[in-house]
């Protein structure tokens, strides 16, 4: 347990009469619900939709979900269980964040206009797929989400795209374009293991698994590659 007390968010036991209240009025989170064809990783109250806490009894913590809870932008709690929390201060600088747990994809991109060379020399282009796992919710909390009340896989990717490029421009300089072409990705994770994946966990995410799923095609490719 964080700074606070445990008394402040105690967990409801089925059958109790808090049990009847959180019935009622519990604030449960959109975490993992797909919105423009984006996975939401993370979302916050108050927001432009729930503005106060206090007409709310309980919140919940569902299934692939952690809930933080925050006063004066302070980490007081977290909550990893599944099930309904009583809330017995709606403090108006109380919130409370939930961050999606579950292993998730960000789709990812190279376009070859941004002169990504080969060793031989070549442009290369190229689209894929990481597969993340929020490993720290705490620290992806406080150095991702900050005050946002919303957090999508389109905006992790906004986030990390620099910090991916930066990667990919190095690798790519090692290896031929039929090299590339025949990477496994079990290759490409362990060399993001040695670079990429210390950096981000500085930020709370742990890379699981990448996939390279198509190049872009040149002049000697019209269908470009894949790996294996």
């Given at each position: ?143 991702v989400i900050y005050n946002k009340t919303k957090y999508t896989t389109y905006d992790l990717r906004d ?8 990667f990919f421009r190095s690798f790519i300089s090692q290896y031929t374009m039929d090299q590339l072409k ?30 390279i799923e198509g190049f872009a095609p040149d002049n000697n490719d019209e269908t470009g590659g894949k790996?294996?």
């Open positions: 347990m964080l700074k606070g007390s445990e008394e402040s968010f105690p967990r409801v036991e089925k059958g109790t009469r808090n049990w009847s209240l959180c019935q009622n009025a519990t604030i449960q989170s959109r975490c993992g619900q797909e919105e423009d064809y984006e996975k939401i990783i993370a979302w916050r109250v108050p927001n432009e939709d729930i503005k106060s806490l206090k007409q709310y009894n309980c919140f919940s913590v569902g299934d692939h979900e952690a809930a933080i809870v925050f006063k004066h932008n302070i980490a007081v709690d977290i909550k990893k269980l599944k099930g309904y929390y009583r809330l017995l201060s709606a403090d108006r600088h109380l919130s409370i964040v939930w961050i999606l747990t579950e292993r998730f994809n960000l789709e990812f991109g190279i376009s070859k206009a941004r002169n990504f060379l080969t060793s031989d020399g070549k442009q290369c282009g190229f689209h894929g797929i990481l597969f993340l796992r929020v490993a720290d919710i705490k620290l992806f909390a406080e150095r986030f990390l795209l620099p910090h991916i490029s930066d025949k990477l496994e990705s079990s290759e490409i994770l362990s060399k993001m293991e040695e670079n990429l994946a210390s950096l981000i966990s500085d930020y709370g995410i742990e890379i699981e698994d990448v996939r790996n294996g």
